[in-house]
């Protein structure tokens, strides 16, 4: 009996995933820890305060694990579907 398994995304679609739900306005900062090859990412709103991610192998890792710790909650209202929690300060 077979089985549907998707592929695995490659680096430049998890990159792209990342990168097309960032805001144009946060700021992303990247850097390489030292000689070790490993890399670090802060990615955060205008005037919030992000956290850098741990040390990551790649790049991409990086990318993903600071998006994971500094995007914003998303809420859900009873007859709207997912709402960001920017927008539902307009809806009081």
């Known amino acids: 009996m077979g089985h549907n398994h ?4 490659t680096t430049a679609q998890r990159l ?13 900062r990247v850097e390489r820890v030292g000689t070790s ?3 670090r990412a802060l990615i955060q709103a205008p005037d919030m305060q992000g956290i ?4 990551e192998a790649t790049l991409i890792d990086a990318f ?11 809420i859900s209202g009873p007859a709207l579907g997912p709402i960001d ?5 307009f809806l009081e």
Not at 52 to 55: G, L, M, T, V, Y
Not at 64 to 74: I, K, V
Not at 85 to 89: H, T
């Open 6 to 9: 998707s592929k695995p995304a």
């Open 16 to 28: 792209e995933r990342v990168l097309s739900r960032l805001p144009e306005d946060w700021e992303v």
């Open 37 to 39: 090859g490993s890399w």
């Open 52 to 55: 850098w991610c741990e040390d």
């Open 64 to 74: 993903e694990g600071a998006w994971r710790l500094n995007r914003l909650p998303s």
């Open 85 to 89: 929690i920017q927008d539902s300060l």
